[in-house]
């Protein structure tokens, strides 16, 4: 007889040799035990999970002469066709090399003829999803309602390819990944009944290879019993190009231990040896995510998800030890994109080497109580840092050159009494020079002359040259503020407008907030007031001059120098519009102001 691989010879003939899929076994065991056979399947699922052998198995066990029944004879004609893939009533189609329209005719063509000597015709279509949209849209009709005694089984690694309306009409079964536990067993068995010498270590990797697929898993044990002798781990690293365990716990531990110099040789012995880049930063993003399953989890839950030995996991654990979570979460992150690089590039081995010596300095400065050190080292005293301690600074005693800020509330001051108030000391003057009588000092936030100083200096130019020249306060509180205007043809342009606008923000920006504002035009009974003194001068200067007699009134005309500067403030526009309403009568500037006219002469 010629040679039968392994992966066809141990392949399963009834339901319960099928290894895992117990709820599929269950759901198509209780439909044959019911006689509720549904005339469409779907069975989906990764590569080498057993959906085709199940679907075979099914076959076999509807068609069986003791049929239909869970335990086919597989002596029958029927089982011993179905066996040999030779059975003229169960009929396997490739869908990836008949995936037309074409071909879907020729099966919707065939349906309807009976079976020949077997009690249902069955059709068997592999990798479904690769059949062509009209291919699918012809079989639609045929899958919902197939002719009597035709069943379809459609198999297929990818079912999000397969179109809904095809789902729908099928009866799904999902086949999960096979455990690494239940891939070992089935191995083991294997291995005595055709004498391989293999450790069980080099099961259990084998297992892990696979990725749940129990025919990759028959197929490298099949390559690997033509070694010869006892067959080891190391066997199956040298056969795959892998990186074994212990080269990697010792490139790991390079990394970790940031020498970045020793890491690069132990690269370039391990890229000599003939490993791929690509397949060197997997096998260590493979370690890490084996040392953060030992860091985070129990040893028991550790052993199950890694897969590893005794021996193993204790390495793991040392050197886990001197890791944190969020270092190990940082390498497998690294690698990561370290594998996509190097895949993507035409000069691997650079980035490799670039990885191995950026993961080798990772974790230098990555350690918390490492930078919780460093962060108290600098609170300490070092002149570097800030302290995060807040530090409290006794401000100086203002000066009397200070300047006030202007947006600061009035501060009441406290009269001394005149029995615990002290005589003033005073140098005796000298003879040139006039002595000036001592008045009573005076707060200047509360004196209108500085406020209206104030107020004049945060508003902007030239509304307030405009109110230095026409406007006259007649009183500024934090509660209301009333303003006379010397001339009624600048009323309007202080009652709305920019210029109002100005004067609001001027006010707000010296007491902080927003304060009821009137402007009206001036009366007899309002007292004059003009800032005396600019704002310079009212920050520094602590004393005030005496008061003026009630019954004097403030000179109406102003010095050069605040002519010049109202004279820079107001714009040309201003003054041409002054010196047209020179002269005229109280009835041609208003007319002039609302219509924004001009007199031609």
């Not at 005309?557 to 004279?567: F, G, P, T």
Request: net charge negative; proline share 6%.
């Amino acid at each position: 007889m010629s040679y039968i691989p392994l992966y066809r010879k141990y392949r399963p003939q009834q339901l319960e040799e099928v290894v895992g899929q117990e709820h599929v076994k269950r759901a198509l065991t209780n439909a044959i035990e019911t006689n509720k056979i549904s005339h469409a399947y779907l069975f989906t699922g990764p590569r080498g999970t057993g959906k085709t052998s199940t679907a075979r198995i099914f076959a076999k066990s509807l068609n069986c002469e003791k049929g239909p029944t869970i335990n086919p004879c597989g002596k029958c004609p029927n089982c011993i066709d179905i066996t040999n893939s030779t059975p003229m009533d169960v009929i396997e189609i490739d869908a990836a090399s008949n995936r037309s329209v074409e071909d879907a005719e020729k099966i919707i063509e065939r349906v309807m003829y009976a079976p020949v000597n077997s009690r249902y015709k069955i059709y068997i279509i592999d990798e479904v999803h690769m059949l062509s949209t009209t291919a699918f849209n012809a079989l639609l009709k045929t899958l919902e309602e197939p002719p009597q005694n035709v069943i379809f089984i459609l198999a297929t690694t990818e079912v999000h390819k397969v179109l809904d309306t095809i789902k729908s009409r099928c009866q799904r079964y999902d086949f999960k990944r096979i455990t690494t536990d239940d891939i070992t067993k089935q191995l083991k068995m294997i291995a005595q009944k055709e004498g391989i010498n293999i450790t069980d270590d080099a099961l259990i990797t084998i297992a892990k290879t696979s990725a749940g697929g129990m025919r990759d898993s028959i197929s490298l044990l099949e390559q690997l019993s033509v070694l010869g002798g006892e067959i080891t781990t190391k066997d199956i690293d040298n056969l795959l190009g892998r990186l074994s365990f212990d080269i990697l716990s010792e490139f790991s531990d390079k990394i970790v231990n940031s020498k970045p110099n020793e890491a690069i040789e132990i690269l370039d012995k391990v890229y000599n040896s003939g490993n791929e880049p690509a397949l060197i930063m997997t096998n260590l993003l493979d370690y890490f995510r084996n040392l953060l399953i030992v860091k985070t989890c129990e040893k028991d839950k550790a052993i199950e998800l890694s897969q590893l030995n005794d021996e193993q996991l204790k390495v793991l654990s040392n050197q886990a030890k001197n890791l944190e979570t969020h270092q190990i979460l940082s390498l497998i992150n690294k690698c990561s994109d370290y594998v996509k690089e190097i895949k993507s590039t035409t000069n691997p081995k650079l980035w490799l080497e670039v990885g191995i010596i950026d993961l080798a300095n990772l974790t230098e400065n990555t350690t918390l109580a490492k930078l919780q050190e460093r962060i108290t080292a600098l609170e300490n005293g070092s002149p570097q840092s800030v302290s995060a301690q807040p530090v409290k600074i006794t401000a100086p005693a203002p000066k009397p050159s200070a300047k006030p800020v202007i947006n600061e509330k009035p501060v009441e001051k406290t009269e001394e009494k005149p029995s615990e108030a002290k005589a003033p000391v005073s140098e005796p003057p000298k003879e040139d020079i006039p002595v000036m009588p001592t008045v009573p000092q005076s707060d200047s936030t509360n004196d209108i002359s500085n406020l209206w100083a104030r107020l004049l200096s945060v508003t902007k130019a030239p509304t307030n040259a405009l109110l230095k020249q026409w406007a006259n306060p007649v009183e500024i509180t934090e509660e209301k503020i009333v303003i006379g205007i010397k001339n009624q043809v600048f009323l309007p342009q202080f009652e709305s407008g920019s210029k109002r606008d100005a004067l609001l923000n001027g006010i707000k920006e010296l007491y902080g907030k927003e304060v009821p504002l009137t402007v009206r035009l001036s009366k007899p009974e309002d007292k004059a007031v003009s800032p005396r003194q600019s704002v310079e001068k009212t920050k520094t200067q602590k004393t005030v001059s005496a008061p003026k007699p009630e019954n004097e009134h403030p000179k109406e005309d102003i010095s050069l120098d605040e002519v010049m500067e109202i004279s820079d403030e107001v714009t040309p526009e201003e003054n041409m519009q002054n010196a047209e309403y020179a002269g005229q009568s109280d009835l041609v500037k208003m007319t002039l102001q609302v219509f924004n006219g001009k007199i031609i002469e």
